[in-house]
């Protein structure tokens, strides 16, 4: 493949991987108002254009998103937005660093036993709040650094999502693309 090529396809992979990232953001959105709805539709249309264009099937999950999420949204007023799976992936994640912690454990049922206390001691939220209450307690002044990359990135991460979907609502008003063809 040519450098310009190579380019093309990053971009088109990024472009496709930004609308996607609207549509999950919109479809997790809890007490969706019409304005999110609307939003999620808009994402998702392009999303699945742009999937379509990429060369991908259009697999039941997808057709899920573009034919079902948004009437869904509109039914349950807290919306879908705790009906997403990212817990089982957060969860791999936490039981693997637990896993890797004691794993020179040598009697499994002591493992098994330590595992449990650990996971019950870092979901309880009476230990998350006091963990919290400590952190700023113990802080020297306000942690003001923390919360504002979070909303740094979040201010970016928006931003990218409005210019990809702009722009390809203004390609496709000059090239619209064909579904089938």
């Known amino acids: 493949m040519s450098d310009e090529k190579i380019d093309d396809l990053c971009e088109r992979t990024r472009r496709l991987f930004v609308l996607w990232d609207g549509a999950f953001s919109y479809a997790s959105v809890l007490k969706p108002s019409q304005e999110d709805i609307a939003q999620y539709e808009r994402f998702v249309k392009a999303a699945v254009d742009a999937h379509v264009e990429y060369g991908c099937n259009v697999t039941p999950k997808v057709h899920l998103m573009l034919k079902h999420v948004a009437p869904q949204m509109r039914q349950f007023p807290w919306g879908l937005g705790n009906k997403r799976e990212d817990w089982v992936e957060k969860s791999h994640q936490d039981s693997k660093k637990v896993r890797e912690h004691l794993r020179t454990a040598r009697h499994m049922d002591q493992r098994a036993t330590t595992m449990a206390k650990m996971v019950h001691r870092d979901s309880s939220p009476a ?54 063809r």
Request: charged share 35%; with cysteine.
């Open 127 to 180: 230990v998350i709040a006091e963990i919290e209450t400590v952190m700023s307690n113990s802080s020297k002044g306000q942690r003001k650094n923390h919360v504002y990359r979070a909303e740094k990135r979040k201010k970016a991460r928006d931003q990218a999502r409005k210019d990809v979907i702009e722009a390809w609502e203004a390609e496709q008003t000059r090239c619209p693309v064909v579904v089938g």
